[in-house]
DNA sequence: TAGCTTTGTGTTTTT
DNA sequence: CACAAAGCTA
């Protein structure tokens, strides 16, 4: 139960602890793991030992006594963040991290707004809308102003939305400084939204900021309470901040000399300002959702008598790399002067390679990466990036095919899968009678006759009276226009809901609870019934869902232990301390509920054998990999062309700095000079960020012509070709290339050779582009009877059949089933 | 009402 | 292409 090693919790073992902290440190670090009271701003470079920072701060404020782990509060982004954070200090600290509040933002504000509801108007058990659900709202917020939700897109609508939640600006502040027309309508549909989520008991991820800033804004004696109970506050990725999280840490701290609003109230007396920010302006990427860079560039403005550390010594990459994003930063304007460097040599060059089109680009990476792993290195060790989503696919495919085990980080969501969120949408229902967008997803979910048309009627009706819709639903005779069927349906489905309702009651956890829902609503025989392939998987979704359930409660069920275990050793003043004392406990239920609803990925990702690892370059902030691929670089792709439109380039260049610096030993860069951009071939042209690498840390290769393997060297006239864009006026865009011609070829200045390749003078480029179509397909996407297949996401299977058009039928072992596939698009080929 | 087909629309990044 | 919403039929 007890580590051992924990006898060693006296005084003196702590003050040799805490010397031992900071051993192996260097010297800034050190400056900054001791560094006592006061606002302290940590400049962290990329790969410099930031978490490693924070960790052994948190680990010396509590062996020197100048804290308790429950007068910690610890602020990171992601939870994949917090979780990590937890372990390290846990691993330097023993168990007693239980009491310290260490999760991200948003994770600790909903904390805050549980025990606090009341006094915002909300109960305690109000729900969180996921960004989908607070998107169908803000659509039916659009139809009932009469908006044509249809020229307005709601995703804009919302975004606009969100970003004046974050600038902590009400509707009606925001109508008064609506300047167009469409100023007007958004903040008209601010209204009716806040309105429609107010009255439902829930709030969206952006009001979890700011409700818990408007709490401490106007509860001072909360406030203090929280203050005190927080003597120390760390942020990770404080360039990541946004106006509200800003808002929020000053209060939390009291440093707010920069808000005139605060420095005519007199100083509190709880203000202790210890607020110790980590952070890289240079790595600020989240701009789009209101993140501003000045936060942690006026953080020496804001608190004058800031101690500031510099950590530019970076730990993890080779000098190659680290002068390639030293170079490519520095094309930024204003940034915090900086300069990564390392100790780790020279390392190996980047390589830069030229492919022809994205499943070219895809095959070449697999190769490579296959090529490493026969070497023996790790899966683990390798990760592909990309700037999209969507650029993962054709990755995806490839590694399919070669048979690479892999995996997606934050893709495709588990929580956002329709049955787990219908699942979820049950359970939030049970928890908050007034939840109608549960209601609605649910009341039809299983088919139980009860249609839109009824569901409407129920809606309206509670609305009018002024009842949840829990209620108007239990009394389906009240409701005015509702035919016979309809009545006898909801009153069934009630019925069943008030069921699960008393098991909730009657204190039924978890995991047994999803199980109840799913068995008593009818949800899993309705999938059992189907018999397809599809509901196959959903039933296996639903029962990770289960085993999630199960899961949590055996955690919760540790947590109490340890808690009552800390109560029992901590002094008495502790407890006082305890900010949750004032408001009521979150149920087990809400509590799994919120872990679900604040979590992107699910993070449990099976790595025993570890597996390579593709993300977007958002994805891969804060993670490092030995092995680097970079896909995609292409001018419009990355920088993506409406950053560019937006003149938002630094941001786009941020993000490439910090897809360089993920790399330890060797980063591999690629661009196709054509892709599919919505099913339409477009040619593409380099990335401009690719100019700003200095060429003699390049290596450059092309690929994709490879025919005679004869390997070519091209005089200077024609020189143009692969970097012909340099220096050209339009970098933007898709710049059109006739043919293949104007691409081939190769750059004397920087050292480029050509492995293999076409000549290009004279050539029809139509015709070439032709004879590569058609060789693409020849060589995968023709099938015969009784070939070996594989698919993307249905896994293995054996043609038998061969129709016209590119027809094919695939029986897949997985279910057997058969199915028809179109095979220029199905993501298809032999095996 | 429900299930199917067709049509249209669109891809940045995420708590 | 993929997915959502609208339209159509039983």
């Given at each position: 139960?007890?580590p051992?090693?924990?006898?060693d919790?006296?005084?003196a073992?702590?003050s040799?602890?805490?010397?031992?902290?900071l051993?192996?440190?260097?010297g800034?670090?050190?400056?900054?793991v001791?560094?006592?009271?006061?606002?302290?701003?940590?400049?962290?470079?990329?790969?410099?030992?930031?978490?490693?920072?924070?960790?052994?701060?948190i680990?010396?404020l509590?062996?020197?006594?100048a804290?308790?782990?429950?007068?910690i509060?610890?602020?990171?982004?992601?939870?994949?963040?917090?979780?990590?954070?937890?372990?390290?200090?846990?691993?330097?600290?023993?168990?007693?991290?239980?009491g310290?509040?260490l999760?991200?933002f948003?994770?600790a504000?909903?904390?805050?707004?549980?025990?606090?509801?009341q006094?915002l108007?909300?109960?305690?058990?109000f729900?969180?809308?996921?960004q989908?659900?607070?998107?169908?709202?803000?659509?039916r917020?659009?139809?009932?102003?009469?908006?044509?939700?249809?020229?307005?897109?709601?995703?804009l609508?919302?975004?606009?939305?969100?970003?004046?939640?974050n600038?902590?600006?009400?509707?009606?502040?925001l109508?008064e400084?609506?300047?167009?027309?469409?100023?007007?309508?958004?903040?008209?549909?601010f209204?009716?939204?806040?309105?429609e989520?107010?009255?439902?008991?829930?709030?969206?991820?952006?009001d979890?900021?700011?409700?818990?800033?408007?709490?401490?804004?106007?509860?001072?004696?909360v406030?203090?309470?929280?203050?005190?109970?927080?003597?120390?506050?760390?942020?990770?990725?404080?360039?990541?901040?946004n106006?509200?999280?800003?808002?929020l840490?000053?209060?939390?701290?009291?440093g707010?000399?920069?808000?005139?609003?605060?420095?005519?109230?007199?100083?509190?007396?709880?203000?202790?300002?210890?607020l110790?920010?980590?952070?890289?302006?240079?790595?600020?990427?989240?701009?789009?959702?209101?993140?501003?860079?000045?936060?942690?560039?006026?953080?020496?403005?804001?608190?004058?008598?800031?101690?500031?550390?510099k950590?530019?010594?970076n730990?993890?990459?080779?000098?190659?790399?680290?002068?390639?994003?030293?170079?490519?930063?520095?094309n930024?304007r204003?940034g915090?002067p900086?300069?990564?460097?390392?100790?780790?040599?020279?390392?190996?060059?980047?390589?830069?390679?030229?492919?022809?089109?994205?499943?070219?680009?895809?095959?070449?990476?697999?190769s490579?990466?296959?090529?490493?792993?026969?070497e023996?290195t790790a899966?683990?060790?390798?990760?592909?990036?990309y700037?999209?989503?969507?650029?993962?696919?054709?990755?995806?495919?490839?590694l399919?095919?070669?048979?690479?085990?892999?995996?997606?980080?934050?893709?495709?969501?588990?929580?956002?899968?329709?049955?787990?969120?219908?699942?979820?949408?049950?359970?939030?229902?049970l928890?908050n009678?007034?939840?109608?967008?549960?209601f609605?997803?649910?009341?039809?979910?299983?088919?139980?006759g009860i249609?839109e048309?009824t569901?409407?009627?129920?809606?309206?009706?509670?609305?009018?009276?002024?009842i949840?819709?829990?209620?108007?639903?239990?009394?389906?005779?009240q409701?005015?226009?509702?035919?016979?069927?309809?009545?006898?349906?909801?009153?069934?489905?009630?019925?069943?809901?008030?069921?699960?309702?008393?098991e909730?009651?009657?204190?039924?956890?978890?995991?047994?609870?999803?199980?109840?829902?799913?068995?008593?609503?009818?949800?899993?025989?309705?999938?059992?019934h189907?018999?397809?392939?599809?509901a196959?998987?959903?039933?296996?979704?639903?029962?990770?869902?289960?085993?999630?359930?199960?899961d949590?409660?055996?955690?919760?069920?540790?947590?109490?232990l340890?808690?009552g275990?800390?109560?029992?050793q901590?002094?008495?003043?502790?407890?006082?301390?305890?900010?949750?004392?004032?408001?009521?406990?979150?149920?087990?239920?809400?509590?799994?509920?919120?872990e679900v609803?604040l979590?992107?990925?699910a993070?449990?990702r099976r790595?025993?054998?570890?597996l390579?690892?593709?993300?977007?370059?958002?994805?891969?902030?804060?993670?490092?990999?030995?092995?680097?691929?970079?896909?995609?670089l292409?001018?419009?792709?990355?920088?993506?062309?409406?950053?560019?439109?937006?003149?938002?380039?630094?941001?786009?260049?941020?993000?490439?700095?910090?897809?360089?610096?993920?790399?330890?030993?060797?980063?591999?860069?690629?661009?196709?000079?054509?892709?599919r951009?919505?099913?339409e071939?477009?040619?593409?042209?380099?990335?401009?960020f690719?100019?700003?690498i200095?060429?003699?840390?390049?290596r450059?290769?092309?690929?994709?012509?490879?025919?005679?393997?004869?390997?070519?060297s091209i005089?200077?006239?024609?020189?143009?070709?692969?970097?012909?864009?340099r220096?050209?006026?339009?970098?933007?865009?898709f710049?059109?290339h006739?043919?293949?011609?104007?691409?081939v070829?190769?750059?004397g200045?920087?050292?480029?050779?050509?492995q293999?390749?076409?000549?290009?003078?004279?050539?029809?480029?139509?015709?070439?582009?032709?004879?590569a179509?058609?060789?693409?397909?020849?060589?995968?996407?023709?099938?015969?009877?009784?070939?070996?297949?594989?698919?993307?996401s249905?896994?293995?299977?054996v043609?038998?059949?061969?129709?016209?058009?590119?027809?094919?039928?695939?029986?897949?072992a997985?279910?057997g089933?058969?199915?028809?596939?179109?095979?220029?698009y199905?993501?298809?080929?032999?095996?």
């Amino acid at each position: 139960m007890v580590p051992s090693g924990e006898d060693d919790l006296t005084k003196a073992g702590d003050s040799r602890r805490a010397q031992r902290l900071l051993e192996g440190l260097n010297g800034p670090q050190r400056e900054a793991v001791t560094h006592q009271e006061g606002p302290l701003l940590i400049l962290a470079g990329a790969g410099s030992g930031k978490t490693r920072v924070l960790t052994h701060r948190i680990a010396f404020l509590l062996f020197t006594g100048a804290a308790q782990p429950s007068q910690i509060l610890a602020i990171t982004f992601t939870n994949k963040a917090a979780i990590e954070m937890r372990q390290r200090v846990e691993s330097l600290i023993g168990p007693r991290t239980r009491g310290m509040w260490l999760m991200t933002f948003h994770a600790a504000c909903a904390r805050l707004l549980r025990a606090n509801a009341q006094l915002l108007g909300y109960t305690p058990s109000f729900t969180i809308c996921d960004q989908a659900d607070s998107r169908r709202l803000v659509k039916r917020s659009l139809e009932q102003i009469g908006a044509d939700s249809k020229r307005f897109a709601p995703a804009l609508v919302q975004s606009r939305i969100s970003a004046a939640k974050n600038r902590l600006l009400q509707p009606g502040e925001l109508a008064e400084q609506a300047g167009g027309d469409f100023e007007e309508l958004v903040s008209q549909a601010f209204t009716v939204y806040q309105r429609e989520l107010e009255q439902m008991n829930a709030v969206d991820f952006d009001d979890l900021l700011l409700l818990a800033v408007r709490l401490l804004a106007r509860h001072p004696e909360v406030r203090d309470r929280y203050r005190d109970a927080f003597q120390h506050v760390l942020v990770d990725e404080y360039q990541d901040t946004n106006h509200a999280q800003y808002r929020l840490l000053q209060l939390l701290t009291d440093g707010a000399a920069s808000q005139p609003a605060d420095r005519d109230r007199p100083a509190s007396a709880s203000a202790h300002r210890n607020l110790a920010v980590v952070g890289d302006d240079s790595q600020s990427v989240y701009g789009f959702r209101g993140a501003q860079v000045s936060n942690i560039l006026d953080f020496e403005k804001d608190f004058p008598d800031a101690k500031v550390v510099k950590l530019e010594q970076n730990y993890r990459s080779t000098n190659f790399i680290l002068s390639a994003a030293n170079a490519v930063i520095a094309n930024n304007r204003g940034g915090i002067p900086k300069r990564l460097w390392s100790e780790l040599g020279e390392g190996e060059p980047i390589t830069l390679t030229s492919l022809q089109d994205e499943r070219t680009e895809a095959s070449f990476v697999v190769s490579e990466v296959q090529r490493l792993l026969d070497e023996g290195t790790a899966r683990s060790e390798i990760a592909i990036l990309y700037r999209t989503n969507a650029l993962g696919r054709s990755i995806e495919e490839a590694l399919t095919r070669a048979r690479i085990e892999y995996q997606v980080v934050g893709g495709a969501k588990f929580y956002e899968r329709a049955e787990v969120k219908d699942l979820i949408a049950y359970l939030t229902f049970l928890t908050n009678p007034y939840d109608l967008v549960s209601f609605e997803r649910i009341v039809r979910s299983p088919r139980r006759g009860i249609g839109e048309a009824t569901v409407a009627k129920v809606v309206a009706h509670a609305a009018s009276v002024g009842i949840s819709v829990w209620e108007a639903a239990c009394a389906p005779e009240q409701v005015p226009g509702l035919g016979p069927a309809a009545v006898k349906a909801l009153r069934r489905f009630m019925e069943t809901m008030t069921k699960l309702r008393s098991e909730l009651e009657e204190g039924v956890s978890v995991g047994p609870l999803i199980e109840s829902v799913l068995l008593e609503t009818g949800y899993l025989e309705a999938l059992e019934h189907e018999r397809t392939f599809e509901a196959a998987g959903r039933i296996e979704n639903l029962e990770q869902l289960i085993d999630a359930g199960h899961d949590f409660d055996k955690r919760s069920g540790d947590d109490e232990l340890d808690l009552g275990q800390a109560a029992m050793q901590a002094d008495p003043s502790a407890a006082r301390a305890d900010p949750l004392a004032a408001g009521p406990q979150a149920s087990p239920l809400q509590r799994f509920l919120e872990e679900v609803s604040l979590r992107g990925d699910a993070d449990g990702r099976r790595d025993e054998d570890g597996l390579v690892t593709l993300m977007t370059l958002h994805n891969a902030k804060g993670l490092e990999y030995p092995i680097v691929f970079i896909t995609a670089l292409e001018e419009g792709v990355f920088p993506h062309m409406r950053a560019i439109d937006a003149g938002e380039l630094e941001e786009e260049r941020r993000l490439f700095y910090v897809g360089i610096t993920r790399a330890m030993r060797q980063l591999h860069l690629t661009f196709a000079r054509s892709r599919r951009v919505f099913g339409e071939l477009t040619a593409s042209v380099q990335s401009s960020f690719l100019e700003e690498i200095p060429e003699h840390l390049l290596r450059l290769q092309e690929r994709g012509f490879a025919m005679g393997g004869s390997s070519l060297s091209i005089g200077p006239s024609a020189q143009k070709g692969f970097y012909e864009e340099r220096g050209s006026p339009a970098h933007s865009g898709f710049s059109a290339h006739s043919g293949l011609s104007a691409q081939v070829g190769s750059s004397g200045r920087r050292g480029f050779s050509a492995q293999s390749g076409f000549s290009a003078r004279g050539g029809n480029g139509a015709a070439r582009e032709r004879w590569a179509a058609s060789s693409d397909a020849g060589r995968s996407q023709t099938f015969r009877l009784g070939d070996d297949v594989i698919h993307a996401s249905l896994g293995e299977g054996v043609v038998t059949g061969v129709e016209t058009d590119g027809v094919i039928v695939v029986r897949f072992a997985n279910d057997g089933s058969e199915r028809k596939l179109i095979t220029e698009y199905a993501p298809v080929s032999r095996r």
